[in-house]
């Protein structure tokens, strides 16, 4: 199994980097991005990716890597802080730059709306955090972010339970 993490804690972070060493350990090939270290600008709601550029996002940074990553790893695991319950605001903008991956029209699925899917893969996510993140919460969102992109979700765990995610993805 191919295994991307996205990281939005600072490397010197003991736990984050104790569970992206493990996780690491688990799978046959793993790839961390560390957004500390990245430029990477929030979505400026253009729809260039749906409209002009069918699945390029116009904006021109780092990002780009992790959007062509997230086609080439079987599973995603998020590693964010959080904030009043939530992920942080590194997260956010990381999850809000995936527009691309969905096309701008939408279908009724189960009584909801949906975006169609613009590859044919099953994505797998999961979310380690850390701080005080309200887990019912997190995993509630988790669930719906990934009926969103059509996908799996491992769940939401607090990083001190990143032996929980493992047996997830393995």
Request: proline fraction near 4%; aromatic fraction near 12%.
């Amino acid at each position: 199994m191919r295994l991307l993490i996205i990281n939005t804690l600072p490397k010197e972070h003991l736990l984050a980097e104790k569970a992206i060493c493990r996780l690491e350990e688990k799978t046959a090939e793993c790839k961390t991005f560390y957004i500390k270290d990245m430029k990477i600008t929030p979505c400026i709601g253009c729809n260039a990716c749906w409209l002009k550029t069918p699945g390029i996002c116009a904006v021109k940074d780092d990002y780009e890597q992790i959007l062509r990553a997230y086609l080439q790893y079987d599973v995603t695991v998020f590693i964010s802080d959080t904030t009043l319950g939530f992920v942080g605001y590194k997260m956010k903008n990381i999850i809000d730059r995936m527009l691309p991956m969905a096309t701008m029209y939408t279908r009724i699925e189960n009584g909801q709306t949906r975006h169609v899917p613009r590859y044919k893969k099953e994505f797998q996510f999961g979310l380690l955090y850390a701080g005080e993140g309200n887990k019912d919460y997190l995993s509630h969102w988790m669930s719906r972010f990934c009926l969103n992109f059509h996908g799996i979700s491992l769940g939401a765990y607090p990083i001190e339970a990143w032996k929980e995610m493992a047996v997830c993805i393995s």
